[in-house]
């Protein structure tokens, strides 16, 4: 073979070979263009296993998803719907037109809420967080250092609420409790264009019913599956505590709230503050009723059914004995405050005022079994130091 022909052999040679590699590397692109199309679609159709949550459903359709939060002061309507459709993708020409239509995963997220800041920490987005309602009153502190830093503004609550300053920051969702009906300034908000989503999670019947108000914050993040992985491990442990007192015979009497302008807020038989009675093994009058929030009764109503109680949980913000005299002397007329049977929610309570009850609380329903659990049948939890509550002295 002469010198020529083998010149035209090897180009022709590694023409071949770059060509090659061309298509193969063509096709390990595709491949993972094709790979990560999968999992953004599997993440966003991912169908959540809602177990004891009775506030909201979410429902998968066709290039969206349906979320409703739904009425517990009107049985049977529906307080706000959203419909959910992938980031950047085009939206179905079939999403109805009675809900907000949000595009997710959301990227920001003005939580008014302290309880929704604890079911954010839970799911590792607080760096999403822009705005909170009172920054001095956040006890996370992560998210402490964000507002420091000038990464997360306040922006008021209720009658402080700043509108305008809510609508420059413009964050891809605001979140907020709901409370009986949509708000002037909540109407305001949605009719700007910002999506407002209500979290009523208060309003469940029991500790894992309100904690299970994390999937319904994770839908917007598209992460449903961590939220279900997470609230498994969580439902485990509160089942094993549950399983640790289920023997238990003897059921203190317990007392719980305070009087408050005039009107004690008793928690209702059908309120979450109830079950985690009933799942320690205490002993309250109001279990028969039928409330899911709180009762609103007279001093006198409760002294005359509850003077005898031996144990009292959640005596407003008092850190002790005297401080509950100073704001009632009636409260010494009970037994509990006579034997020194007092439990306050403000172990967690920073500087500056800020209580974590109010934010990690909400997700840590297992804590706080095991702290209710400890003051009820302290010989079962000897290991155990209150996590949340504190005896008042």
């Given at each position: 073979?002469?010198?020529?022909?083998?010149?035209?052999?090897?180009?022709?040679?590694?023409?071949?070979?770059?060509?090659?590699?061309?298509?193969?590397?063509?096709?390990?692109?595709?491949?993972?263009?094709?790979?990560?199309?999968?999992?953004?679609?599997?993440?966003?159709?991912?169908?959540?296993?809602?177990?004891?949550?009775?506030?909201?459903?979410?429902?998968?359709?066709?290039?969206?998803?349906?979320?409703?939060?739904?009425?517990?002061?009107?049985?049977?309507?529906?307080?706000?719907?959203?419909?959910?459709?992938?980031?950047?993708?085009?939206?179905?020409?079939?999403?109805?037109?009675?809900?907000?239509?949000?595009?997710?995963?959301?990227?920001?997220?003005?939580?008014?809420?302290?309880?929704?800041?604890?079911?954010?920490?839970?799911?590792?987005?607080?760096?999403?967080?822009?705005?909170?309602?009172?920054?001095?009153?956040?006890?996370?502190?992560?998210?402490?250092?964000?507002?420091?830093?000038?990464?997360?503004?306040?922006?008021?609550?209720?009658?402080?609420?700043?509108?305008?300053?809510?609508?420059?920051?413009?964050?891809?969702?605001?979140?907020?409790?709901?409370?009986?009906?949509?708000?002037?300034?909540?109407?305001?908000?949605?009719?700007?264009?910002?999506?407002?989503?209500?979290?009523?999670?208060?309003?469940?019947?029991?500790?894992?019913?309100?904690?299970?108000?994390?999937?319904?914050?994770?839908?917007?993040?598209?992460?449903?599956?961590?939220?279900?992985?997470?609230?498994?491990?969580?439902?485990?442990?509160?089942?094993?505590?549950?399983?640790?007192?289920?023997?238990?015979?003897?059921?203190?009497?317990?007392?719980?709230?305070?009087?408050?302008?005039?009107?004690?807020?008793?928690?209702?038989?059908?309120?979450?503050?109830?079950?985690?009675?009933?799942?320690?093994?205490?002993?309250?009058?109001?279990?028969?009723?039928?409330?899911?929030?709180?009762?609103?009764?007279?001093?006198?109503?409760?002294?005359?059914?509850?003077?005898?109680?031996?144990?009292?949980?959640?005596?407003?913000?008092?850190?002790?004995?005297?401080?509950m005299k100073d704001l009632d002397e009636r409260y010494t007329l009970f037994q509990a405050y006579k034997d020194?049977?007092?439990?306050?929610?403000?172990?967690?309570?920073?500087?500056?005022?800020?209580?974590?009850?109010?934010?990690?609380?909400?997700?840590?329903?297992?804590?706080?079994?095991?702290?209710?659990?400890?003051?009820?049948?302290?010989?079962?939890?000897?290991?155990?130091?209150?996590?949340?509550?504190?005896?008042?002295?």
């Open positions: 073979m002469g010198i020529r022909q083998l010149l035209i052999l090897s180009t022709m040679l590694s023409l071949f070979l770059i060509l090659s590699c061309g298509k193969s590397a063509n096709k390990k692109t595709v491949s993972k263009s094709e790979s990560l199309k999968e999992i953004v679609d599997s993440s966003f159709y991912f169908r959540s296993n809602i177990k004891h949550a009775k506030g909201f459903t979410i429902e998968i359709r066709e290039g969206y998803k349906e979320i409703s939060v739904l009425d517990p002061w009107n049985k049977g309507q529906v307080f706000q719907k959203y419909y959910l459709v992938p980031r950047g993708k085009e939206k179905s020409s079939s999403i109805p037109t009675d809900g907000q239509i949000i595009e997710v995963p959301v990227r920001s997220i003005a939580a008014l809420s302290s309880t929704q800041i604890g079911i954010l920490n839970f799911l590792g987005v607080l760096d999403k967080v822009v705005a909170v309602s009172l920054p001095d009153r956040v006890y996370n502190g992560k998210l402490s250092k964000r507002v420091e830093s000038g990464k997360v503004i306040g922006v008021g609550h209720g009658a402080t609420l700043d509108f305008e300053r809510i609508l420059d920051l413009s964050p891809e969702l605001v979140m907020v409790a709901g409370f009986m009906k949509i708000s002037n300034d909540e109407t305001k908000l949605i009719n700007a264009g910002l999506p407002v989503a209500f979290n009523i999670e208060w309003m469940e019947s029991s500790p894992l019913a309100r904690a299970e108000w994390a999937k319904f914050i994770a839908v917007f993040f598209n992460m449903e599956q961590r939220a279900d992985d997470l609230f498994s491990e969580l439902e485990n442990r509160y089942s094993s505590i549950k399983s640790k007192i289920k023997e238990v015979e003897d059921k203190p009497d317990v007392i719980s709230g305070y009087h408050y302008k005039g009107v004690w807020y008793m928690p209702g038989g059908q309120s979450y503050l109830a079950q985690l009675l009933r799942d320690a093994k205490g002993e309250y009058c109001w279990f028969s009723d039928s409330t899911q929030g709180s009762i609103p009764l007279s001093f006198e109503v409760v002294l005359e059914k509850q003077s005898g109680a031996k144990i009292w949980f959640g005596p407003a913000h008092c850190q002790s004995l005297k401080e020194g049977q007092v439990y306050s929610v403000t172990k967690r309570t920073n500087e500056n005022g800020a209580n974590d009850y109010y934010e990690s609380g909400v997700i840590c329903p297992d804590l706080l079994l095991k702290d209710v659990a400890k003051v009820l049948h302290p010989e079962l939890f000897l290991d155990h130091d209150l996590f949340f509550y504190q005896k008042l002295d």
